[in-house]
């Protein structure tokens, strides 16, 4: 099955600089890479996320990158700011089914 | 409601008694999803419906969990004989999505369920 591998696992940034979290996978079948932020108490709230036929895709501060090639992607927080505080899974998926998840990054943004 | 909801948000069980967890899908979304969330950790898929049909049960972690859609909308997932290492996060998403294509999974906020 698809293995998540996601890192750092803790990241701290000044706010206004940015952040970038970085994941590989092993199946080289996943097509969907989403990403989530999740904070105390709450469930996972999708932020972004890429299909294997785009290489970026970009909504405001939020940018994802794919290489199929290694299987990586990354997500990229420009201009951090403090409510950016949370902690946030990369997700892998070879077909319509359950997701396979990292373990998480925490990220804090520092004042 | 506009999103995924969850009852009960909170759990506490003795050990080795059964327990039902609720999962009121977001309206008209054809899947539905269970996850576990072990304490720092990412959610791990057990189980997976579209409309009432269960296609994938392989993330079940035993034969003590048990999960049902009988209408195609409100799910149950059932835990007999609980144990403390039951003790986690249990998540529901649901989406639009069909057969062939992934889409985006929305999830509701967990039941938080504590073994004692």
């Known amino acids: 099955g698809e293995n998540v591998e996601q890192h750092p696992s803790t990241l701290s940034v000044q706010e206004g600089d940015s952040a970038v979290i970085k994941c590989t996978y092993s199946?080289?079948?996943?097509?969907?890479f989403p990403w989530y932020k999740q904070e105390l108490g709450k469930g996972p709230q999708l932020i972004i996320d890429i299909r294997s036929n785009v290489g970026e895709k970009k909504d405001q501060r939020i940018a994802v990158t794919l290489n199929k090639t290694a299987k990586h992607f990354s997500l990229h927080i420009t201009e951090t700011q403090p409510e950016d505080s949370a902690v946030y899974f990369c997700a892998a998926s070879p077909r319509a089914d359950g997701l396979t998840f990292g373990k998480g990054t925490h990220l804090i943004i520092q004042p | 409601g506009a999103g995924v909801s969850q009852s009960p948000r909170y759990k506490v069980a003795k050990r080795g008694q059964d327990v039902a967890l609720r999962c009121d899908p977001i309206?008209?979304?054809?899947?539905l999803f269970w996850y576990q969330q072990a304490l720092g950790q990412g959610p791990e898929f057990l189980t997976y419906f579209q409309n009432e049909a269960q296609l994938d049960k392989s993330g079940l972690p035993s034969d003590r969990f048990f999960a049902e859609r009988p209408e195609g909308s409100v799910s149950t997932l059932k835990i007999q004989r609980t144990q403390q290492e039951d003790s986690a996060v249990y998540l529901c998403?649901?989406?639009?999505?069909?057969?062939?294509?992934?889409?985006?999974?929305?999830f509701g906020p967990g039941t938080r369920l504590l073994v004692l």
């Open positions: 309206s008209g979304h054809v899947s």
């Open positions: 199946d080289s079948a996943s097509n969907y």
């Open positions: 998403a649901s989406s639009w999505q069909s057969r062939a294509v992934q889409e985006t999974q929305y």
